[in-house]
Protein backbone atom coordinates (compact mmCIF):
# COMPACT_ATOMS: atom_id res chain seq x y z
CA UNK A 1 0.00 0.00 0.00
CA UNK A 2 1.29 3.43 -1.28
CA UNK A 3 0.55 6.81 1.56
CA UNK A 4 -0.67 9.74 -0.49
CA UNK A 5 1.60 12.69 1.22
CA UNK A 6 0.35 16.65 1.23
CA UNK A 7 2.77 18.89 2.17
CA UNK A 8 0.24 21.54 3.50
CA UNK A 9 2.82 24.63 3.83
CA UNK A 10 6.21 24.57 5.75
CA UNK A 11 8.29 28.21 6.44
CA UNK A 12 7.18 30.92 5.65
CA UNK A 13 3.82 29.29 4.19
CA UNK A 14 2.48 28.97 7.57
CA UNK A 15 -0.99 27.09 8.36
CA UNK A 16 -3.49 28.15 10.28
CA UNK A 17 -4.95 25.27 12.89
CA UNK A 18 -8.54 25.80 12.11
CA UNK A 19 -8.49 25.53 8.47
CA UNK A 20 -6.25 22.65 8.75
CA UNK A 21 -9.11 20.92 11.44
CA UNK A 22 -11.83 21.16 8.77
CA UNK A 23 -9.44 19.71 5.77
CA UNK A 24 -8.99 16.59 8.25
CA UNK A 25 -12.36 16.37 8.54
CA UNK A 26 -12.85 16.21 5.13
CA UNK A 27 -10.17 13.78 4.49
CA UNK A 28 -11.27 11.74 7.00
CA UNK A 29 -15.05 11.46 5.73
CA UNK A 30 -13.61 10.19 2.21
CA UNK A 31 -11.57 7.82 4.00
CA UNK A 32 -14.27 5.69 6.00
CA UNK A 33 -16.31 5.72 2.86
CA UNK A 34 -13.11 4.86 0.61
CA UNK A 35 -13.90 7.12 -1.78
CA UNK A 36 -10.33 8.30 -1.40
CA UNK A 37 -6.44 7.03 -0.52
CA UNK A 38 -4.72 7.29 3.01
CA UNK A 39 -3.26 10.06 3.14
CA UNK A 40 -0.63 11.78 5.76
CA UNK A 41 -0.50 15.90 5.96
CA UNK A 42 2.80 17.46 6.59
CA UNK A 43 3.31 21.41 8.02
CA UNK A 44 4.01 24.06 9.73
CA UNK A 45 1.51 25.24 11.99
CA UNK A 46 0.79 28.99 12.67
CA UNK A 47 1.37 29.78 16.27
CA UNK A 48 -1.16 27.52 18.25
CA UNK A 49 -1.92 26.36 21.62
CA UNK A 50 -4.22 23.25 21.34
CA UNK A 51 -5.99 21.43 24.40
CA UNK A 52 -6.73 17.62 24.33
CA UNK A 53 -9.75 16.23 26.20
CA UNK A 54 -7.39 15.63 29.03
CA UNK A 55 -6.62 19.47 29.68
CA UNK A 56 -7.21 20.98 33.18
CA UNK A 57 -7.52 24.66 33.55
CA UNK A 58 -4.48 24.33 35.65
CA UNK A 59 -2.67 23.66 32.44
CA UNK A 60 -3.52 26.04 30.17
CA UNK A 61 -1.68 29.69 29.55
CA UNK A 62 -1.35 31.63 32.37
CA UNK A 63 -1.55 35.00 30.40
CA UNK A 64 -5.08 34.16 28.94
CA UNK A 65 -3.72 33.42 25.36
CA UNK A 66 -6.65 31.60 23.69
CA UNK A 67 -6.60 27.93 23.14
CA UNK A 68 -8.49 26.33 20.82
CA UNK A 69 -10.20 22.67 22.21
CA UNK A 70 -9.89 19.39 20.33
CA UNK A 71 -11.11 16.00 20.26
CA UNK A 72 -7.72 14.36 20.44
CA UNK A 73 -6.58 12.80 23.79
CA UNK A 74 -3.69 14.53 25.94
CA UNK A 75 -3.79 17.51 27.44
CA UNK A 76 -2.65 20.96 26.41
CA UNK A 77 0.19 21.56 23.81
CA UNK A 78 1.72 24.16 21.49
CA UNK A 79 2.14 24.34 17.58
CA UNK A 80 4.06 26.72 15.50
CA UNK A 81 7.27 27.93 13.15
CA UNK A 82 10.03 25.21 13.61
CA UNK A 83 8.01 22.36 14.60
CA UNK A 84 7.07 19.67 11.64
CA UNK A 85 3.08 18.26 12.49
CA UNK A 86 2.19 15.07 10.22
CA UNK A 87 -1.67 14.51 10.42
CA UNK A 88 -1.84 10.85 9.18
CA UNK A 89 -5.22 10.16 8.10
CA UNK A 90 -5.64 6.25 7.41
CA UNK A 91 -7.74 3.66 8.35
CA UNK A 92 -6.27 0.87 10.51
CA UNK A 93 -6.48 -2.76 10.05
CA UNK A 94 -8.36 -3.43 12.87
CA UNK A 95 -10.16 -2.16 16.00
CA UNK A 96 -7.00 -3.20 18.56
CA UNK A 97 -4.24 -1.95 16.06
CA UNK A 98 -4.27 1.36 18.42
CA UNK A 99 -1.30 0.56 20.12
CA UNK A 100 0.34 -0.71 17.37
CA UNK A 101 -0.37 2.39 15.35
CA UNK A 102 1.11 4.67 18.21
CA UNK A 103 4.01 2.21 18.07
CA UNK A 104 4.96 2.97 14.67
CA UNK A 105 4.45 6.79 15.12
CA UNK A 106 7.00 6.32 17.86
CA UNK A 107 9.32 4.60 15.79
CA UNK A 108 9.20 6.81 12.58
CA UNK A 109 10.00 9.73 14.88
CA UNK A 110 12.80 8.03 16.53
CA UNK A 111 14.49 6.76 13.91
CA UNK A 112 14.40 10.48 12.29
CA UNK A 113 16.16 11.80 14.91
CA UNK A 114 18.81 9.12 15.32
CA UNK A 115 20.11 11.06 11.90
CA UNK A 116 21.39 14.02 13.67
CA UNK A 117 22.99 11.67 16.85
CA UNK A 118 19.94 12.08 19.27
CA UNK A 119 19.33 8.81 21.03
CA UNK A 120 15.34 9.29 21.81
CA UNK A 121 12.68 6.22 23.33
CA UNK A 122 9.54 6.05 24.56
CA UNK A 123 8.56 6.48 28.12
CA UNK A 124 6.65 4.13 30.37
CA UNK A 125 3.00 6.49 31.03
CA UNK A 126 3.96 8.95 29.25
CA UNK A 127 3.08 10.05 25.26
CA UNK A 128 5.55 10.77 22.63
CA UNK A 129 9.08 10.66 22.01
CA UNK A 130 11.80 11.57 24.91
CA UNK A 131 15.15 12.73 25.42
CA UNK A 132 16.75 11.09 28.75
CA UNK A 133 17.99 13.46 31.07
CA UNK A 134 21.22 12.22 32.90
CA UNK A 135 23.10 13.80 35.66
CA UNK A 136 20.24 14.94 37.35
CA UNK A 137 18.82 17.06 34.22
CA UNK A 138 15.23 16.00 33.75
CA UNK A 139 13.70 14.18 30.38
CA UNK A 140 13.18 16.30 27.56
CA UNK A 141 10.25 15.67 24.99
CA UNK A 142 11.32 16.10 21.56
CA UNK A 143 8.14 15.42 19.71
CA UNK A 144 4.51 15.02 21.54
CA UNK A 145 1.86 13.10 19.72
CA UNK A 146 -1.97 13.21 20.16
CA UNK A 147 -4.58 11.29 18.10
CA UNK A 148 -8.16 10.17 17.76
CA UNK A 149 -9.54 6.89 15.75
CA UNK A 150 -12.95 7.93 14.98
CA UNK A 151 -14.85 4.65 13.11
CA UNK A 152 -11.26 3.10 12.88
CA UNK A 153 -9.71 6.07 10.93
CA UNK A 154 -7.31 8.28 12.66
CA UNK A 155 -7.54 11.78 12.84
CA UNK A 156 -4.57 14.24 14.60
CA UNK A 157 -0.87 12.60 14.75
CA UNK A 158 2.46 14.33 15.83
CA UNK A 159 4.79 17.86 16.06
CA UNK A 160 8.53 17.27 15.89
CA UNK A 161 10.47 20.11 17.62
CA UNK A 162 12.90 21.24 15.23
CA UNK A 163 13.77 24.53 14.99
CA UNK A 164 10.67 26.14 17.21
CA UNK A 165 11.42 28.51 20.30
CA UNK A 166 10.40 26.93 23.32
CA UNK A 167 9.65 30.10 24.95
CA UNK A 168 5.75 29.17 24.12
CA UNK A 169 5.77 26.29 26.38
CA UNK A 170 6.63 28.45 29.32
CA UNK A 171 3.29 29.52 29.57
CA UNK A 172 1.78 25.80 29.95
CA UNK A 173 2.44 23.07 31.37
CA UNK A 174 3.35 20.75 27.94
CA UNK A 175 0.96 17.90 28.13
CA UNK A 176 -0.11 18.32 31.48
CA UNK A 177 3.54 16.78 32.59
CA UNK A 178 5.42 19.19 35.07
CA UNK A 179 8.55 16.97 36.00
CA UNK A 180 10.05 17.04 32.65
CA UNK A 181 10.65 19.82 29.72
CA UNK A 182 10.95 20.31 26.23
CA UNK A 183 13.76 20.58 23.43
CA UNK A 184 14.05 20.48 19.93
CA UNK A 185 16.31 18.76 16.96
CA UNK A 186 18.38 21.79 16.81
CA UNK A 187 18.92 22.28 20.57
CA UNK A 188 20.35 18.69 20.73
CA UNK A 189 22.41 18.66 17.96
CA UNK A 190 24.07 21.83 18.24
CA UNK A 191 22.82 22.96 14.55
CA UNK A 192 19.96 24.82 13.11
CA UNK A 193 17.96 21.75 11.76
CA UNK A 194 14.30 22.95 10.46
CA UNK A 195 11.18 21.20 9.34
CA UNK A 196 12.16 21.16 5.63
CA UNK A 197 15.23 19.76 5.99
CA UNK A 198 13.27 16.35 7.94
CA UNK A 199 10.39 16.10 6.16
CA UNK A 200 11.46 14.27 3.12
CA UNK A 201 13.21 11.49 6.01
CA UNK A 202 9.84 11.48 7.61
CA UNK A 203 7.78 10.44 4.51
CA UNK A 204 10.40 7.89 4.20
CA UNK A 205 9.79 6.32 7.44
CA UNK A 206 6.09 7.05 7.18
CA UNK A 207 6.18 4.56 3.43
CA UNK A 208 8.12 1.96 5.81
CA UNK A 209 6.79 1.55 9.01
CA UNK A 210 2.87 2.80 8.23
CA UNK A 211 1.80 0.48 5.45
CA UNK A 212 1.61 -2.59 7.62
CA UNK A 213 -0.34 -1.21 10.08
CA UNK A 214 -3.29 -0.38 7.61
CA UNK A 215 -6.62 -2.19 6.72
CA UNK A 216 -6.42 -2.56 2.76
CA UNK A 217 -8.34 -0.10 0.18
CA UNK A 218 -10.22 -1.23 -2.31
CA UNK A 219 -7.51 -0.06 -5.30
CA UNK A 220 -5.17 -2.42 -3.34
CA UNK A 221 -8.01 -5.33 -2.87
CA UNK A 222 -9.06 -4.88 -6.61
CA UNK A 223 -4.62 -5.16 -7.92
CA UNK A 224 -4.15 -8.21 -9.59
CA UNK A 225 -2.35 -10.38 -8.10
CA UNK A 226 1.08 -12.23 -9.91
CA UNK A 227 0.40 -15.62 -11.24
CA UNK A 228 2.22 -18.46 -9.28
CA UNK A 229 4.13 -21.56 -10.86
CA UNK A 230 3.97 -24.63 -8.60
CA UNK A 231 6.01 -27.89 -9.49
CA UNK A 232 7.75 -26.55 -12.35
CA UNK A 233 11.29 -27.92 -12.52
CA UNK A 234 14.09 -26.20 -15.09
Known sequence: MSLTFRRLGLEPDFVDYSECWELQRTIH?????????????LLEHASVYTAGKRTEEIDRPRDGTPVVDVDRGGKITWHGPGQLVAYPIVKLAS??????YVWRLEE??????????????????RAGVWVLGTDGYQDRKIAAIG???????TLHGFALNCSNSLAAYGQIIPCGIADA????????????????????????????LLPAALAPTPADEAAPTEPTTQGVTT
Not at 30 to 35: F, K, P, R, S, Y
Not at 95 to 100: E, F, Q, T
Not at 109 to 125: H, K, M, Q
Open 95 to 100: RGAVKD
Open 108 to 125: VLINVVADYGIVATRVDE
Open 147 to 153: IRVLKGV
Open 181 to 208: SVTTISAEAGREVKPSDVVVRVEEEFER
Open 29 to 41: SGVLADERPPEVL
